[in-house]
């Protein structure tokens, strides 16, 4: 039973335009989320975080909004940029106490020039 | 140039080898981690290792077997491998297990190819 979800494999957006992002979880326990971006042949990098005490989390052209009730997380990257062509993966755990950080399958994005 | 490092890149082994996959952090942090990455699936964690101790085996089979000498290094030792646990295995550190501000760092991974 897959905790973190992210419903869909890939997303093709133009350049300069909005990408977003989706993700969903079905433990209410969780309350800290993170993004990661993987290049092919290369690690998960780390891209923005966020705790449930927000709704919302900005980093330059990222942003992450968290939707508690709904238990459904996206991150929005403006404008999208071919170097962002990429496989993103969320992530979710409950800060206390344990290690265990639950990521989705991932989705790739294509930014299209 | 990432903090963590992972050797080898890429191995294959038979059935029968022994090997080991190496993982060293310079980033000062004190938790380390093994992940599983396989085709369509989600990262899976494997072993977690808190200044030196584990305190995860995530259901591991006993073919895999973690050592963390210190802080900074960290291996996973193979066995008996079976063709299904062809993988992309990805090291990790934090600066404490969940904590607020301490996301994972990976490292760029060991391809293996089990045959």
């Known amino acids: 039973d897959q905790q973190v979800k992210q419903n869909s494999p890939s997303l093709s957006v133009q350049e300069g335009r909005i990408s977003i992002l989706n993700c969903d979880y079905t433990?209410?326990?969780?309350?800290?989320f993170l993004w990661y971006k993987k290049y092919p042949a290369e690690g998960p990098t780390f891209l923005i975080s966020?705790?449930?005490?927000?709704d919302k989390n900005e980093d330059g052209r990222f942003t992450v909004f968290l939707n508690k009730s709904a238990k459904h997380l996206s991150l929005h990257i403006v404008p999208s940029q071919p170097g962002d062509s990429a496989v993103y993966f969320c992530?979710?755990?409950?800060?206390?106490?344990?290690?265990?950080?639950?990521f989705g399958t991932g989705t790739r994005l294509k930014v299209l020039a | 140039e990432t903090g963590v490092t992972q050797t080898p890149r890429h191995l294959v082994m038979g059935m029968t080898n022994k090997k080991s996959l190496k993982c060293e952090q310079h980033?000062?942090?004190?938790?380390m981690y093994w992940y599983k990455q396989s085709a369509k699936k989600p990262l899976e964690l494997m072993f977690v290792?808190?200044?030196?101790?584990?305190?995860e085996n995530n259901s591991v089979p006993s073919r895999f077997s973690p050592e963390c000498p210190n802080s900074s290094h960290l291996f996973l030792h193979l066995h008996t491998l079976q063709p299904e646990d062809s993988a992309l295995y990805l090291c990790?550190?934090?600066?404490?297990?969940?904590?607020?501000?301490?996301?994972?760092?990976f490292g760029n991974g060991t391809r293996l190819t089990v045959t």
């Open positions: 990790a550190s934090s600066q404490a297990p969940n904590s607020y501000n301490s996301p994972l760092h």
């Open positions: 433990n209410s326990m969780f309350d800290y």
């Open positions: 966020i705790s449930s005490i927000k």
């Open positions: 992530a979710a755990s409950p800060t206390s106490g344990t290690y265990k950080y639950i």
């Open positions: 980033l000062g942090h004190n938790a």
């Open positions: 290792y808190n200044f030196k101790e584990q305190t």
